[in-house]
């Protein structure tokens, strides 16, 4: 398998229906919204999908609906290793690996805790790369929660020549710790995923594969014209960029009860029920703030078909 499609990976928001369950039927409009959105893949359990707050049935129900329903239109990866105990991520690992997803993602920070070395890092990655399947790609995720731990230029270099991984989620936010991860993996599949809005286009320029990050619950068709179209129309491409970073500002709101709004707007969830955040806590100049930003999505994708469009 070659690296996973370049391009948009929505970390998706799970839907939850008035009693606390996930609604599956939400799920299934997001999944098409994502889709029809032009996306490249989906990240189905991740933070954004508040897996923390899920048990390890509903993490891998999650996944596996997700997969049934991209029906091979879209890739779909997932995470949702989330216990402390190394033996019980070993479990939760297998339990994910067997939903179906095409790819699985390792949390970075669950594989050591906050004060223990890299060395200790890489020697339980290497007692877990024995006990998942040899033929399921593998992927990373800087997860902020409960620590961030970002891989070095090293370890990822490791990773790489393994040939067992695909992906990362890159959250570093900072340019130069993203180019040197760069050139640590040149010549392999490994492809990287920035999570930062106001770094992407540099970094597309020095060869980071796409976005991966909370955005594109928004509007994953603006950082999909970006991915695809920076090189063409490089004036363009760098006022939407203007645009994206300061619309991103938004992420420090209440997410993902104000994605989940949007959502909504879109006629796609049903309510904005949260297990991460309450929901209570979403005032009405939160709303107006998110159809703000709704109309200004709306009116920047019709500009770039009207203006932008090839």
């Known amino acids: 398998m070659n690296s996973l499609a370049a391009g948009v990976w929505p970390t998706m928001v799970t839907p939850f229906t008035d009693k606390n369950t996930i609604d599956y039927d939400a799920l299934e409009r997001a999944v098409e919204w994502y889709i029809g959105k032009g996306v490249d893949g989906l990240f189905a359990v991740c933070q954004s999908s508040e897996m923390f707050c899920l048990s390890l049935e509903e993490r891998v129900e999650l996944a596996s609906f997700v997969k049934r329903k991209a029906a091979g239109r879209v890739p779909v990866i997932a ?41 200790k890092w890489k020697n339980n990655l290497e007692k877990l790369l024995r006990l998942l399947p040899e033929e399921l790609p593998l992927g990373f995720y800087e997860c902020p929660y409960p620590y961030k731990r970002l891989i070095s230029p090293e370890l990822l270099r490791w990773c790489a020549n393994t040939g067992r991984f695909h992906f990362l ?12 991860k760069l050139e640590a993996v040149v010549g392999s599949n490994l492809g990287i995923f920035n999570a930062n809005s106001a770094t992407l286009l540099e970094t597309l320029k020095l060869g980071i594969r796409g976005y991966s990050g909370v955005m594109a619950n928004f509007h994953p068709e603006l950082y999909g014209w970006l991915a695809k179209h920076w090189q063409q129309q490089p004036e363009q491409a760098e006022a939407l960029e203007d645009l994206l970073s300061t619309m991103s ?12 709004y949007y959502l909504m707007l879109e006629g796609v969830f049903a309510t904005i029920h949260s ?36």
């Open 79 to 119: 995470s949702g290793h989330i216990a402390d105990r190394f033996e019980d991520q070993v479990a939760e690992l297998q339990a994910i690996a067997a939903s179906g997803v095409d790819a699985l993602v390792l949390i970075t920070n669950r594989l050591a805790q906050e004060q223990e070395s890299d060395d």
């Open 169 to 180: 989620k890159d959250t570093s936010c900072n340019i130069a710790d993203m180019k040197a």
């Open 249 to 260: 500002l938004i992420e420090k709101q209440l997410y993902p009860v104000n994605a989940k």
């Open 275 to 310: 297990r991460s955040r309450d929901h209570r806590d979403f005032t009405a100049t939160h709303r107006l703030e998110i159809e703000q930003l709704s109309r200004l999505s709306a009116r920047t994708v019709g500009q770039l078909r009207v203006e932008f469009s090839g």
